[in-house]
Each structure stands twice: as C-alpha cells, then as structure tokens.
C-alpha cells in the first residue's frame, strides 16, 4: 500500500521532528506484508491516541492478521489482537489487552495496577499472578519506545501474551534497514533467548519516524516463523483546542 500524498509529507516531516506532548499523533494506521513458513498474509494496525480531560493520553491499538492467496483457503480466519490502557511518562500502560483467533476464545490479560495484580484468560482457565512494574503485552511493546527513551544496550520488561508472564531480555543495536517505503535508519531489538530455545524476537523500530515498529521476525511457541515488513504508514494529527 502506497502513502497518501498527505500521509507520505508528514511521513517524511516526522523524521526530523522529535515526538513532544504537542507533537503526538492522534491516530497511526501501518500496513505489513506477513511471510510465514506455510504461507503470506498482511496485517492492519491502527493506534489511536486520546487526550483526555484531566491532562492525560490514552491509546487503544487494534490488529488484524488474515492470510492471503492460497494460504487463506487453510487459514481463513483472521487473528485480532487488541490492547489499551494509558499512555505515561515511562511508556504504554496497558488496562487491557487480548488475541483472538477465529471463533476461538479470545486469551485475555486484564491489568490491575492500583492492587499489582494481572488477571490472565486462557482456553477457560483463569489465573491471577503479581503484576511487576513495567509489564506490557506484546502489542503495546511494539509502540511503547514512541512515549520513553531506551537504554543504551538492553532493555527488560515482563511480558504477557493472555497465558502466562515471562521477563524478556532484549540488546538493542542500529540497522539500516530496506523497507518497500525506502531505507529507514532503525534501532533493532533482538530478544535474548535461553541456549537451547527454539523461540525468536527481532523488533526494527523506526529512529526518525516515533519509533514505529516497521518490521518484526518471530519463532513462535508453535514454530511457526513469521515476518512482517512496513508497507504503509498513515499518520494524523489533530490539534488541541
């Protein structure tokens, strides 16, 4: 998908434009191409940004995965994912977040903050377990770095995906990156996995465009191997009155 003329100016703005409070987008739409090891797909992500009465900014990010082409007669389902909360001066608090696969029970991680407590829904079964500070999902860590700066060399955080909480280690390094919008100078996230796993996590998030993430390679639990890449952004604005 190509960039408006509209969106492709404030693409191209936005590089050189450090996100202040006044500089937040009020709405992000991205597009990806998926390549996964049986078959392609795309995803429509779309983050919206609300400044609410009392000063503060919330979000709400949604997604949607489907495959494409053949691969969409053996995965004709769609899978969406979901997350929203608050936005803070140390990043992205979600309140709630879920994925939902087809008709399937969606997993679900609702976020007690004031108690420290995470409610967790998986096939039926529900579990409460210590909410560490800091602790995203795996939709709100793909836009946390757009609202709180990285460390140096690596960055900690709990994460949950619906069924369990697992503390993720992650080096961060500089790639320029070759994407179907140009070359984008990115900062690159690669999960430290223990010696024998078989999981994997690469986040490329984008230096001069809010720290987007425009691309992501995973191994998921199930070994599936999967690859998005940026093929669209639409950023909006809308001013404060």
Known sequence: MKLSSAALLVWVLSFSVPVYATDIPSRIEIN???????GEG????????????????????NSEAQATGIFKLLEPNSIMRHSEGMITENGLRPSRAYEKRGKKEPSMAIFDWEN???????????????????????????????????PEHHVERHITNGHGLVLSRYTITKETLNTPLGKMKTIVLTRQEDKNSKLKRIL??????????????SIEENGREIEKIVTGINISYKADY
């Open 116 to 150: 420290h407590t995470v409610t967790l829904s998986h096939q039926k079964h529900k579990a409460q377990e210590k909410l560490p500070k800091g602790t995203l999902d795996r939709l709100s860590l793909s836009y946390n770095f757009m609202f709180t700066p990285l």
């Open 42 to 61: 795309e995803i429509n992500e779309v983050m919206e940004i609300k400044h609410m009465d009392d000063g503060r900014y919330s979000y709400n990010i």
């Open 32 to 38: 990806y191409a998926v390549t996964t090891d049986i």
């Open 204 to 217: 490329w998030l984008a230096q001069n465009n809010h720290m987007l993430p425009v691309r992501i390679v």
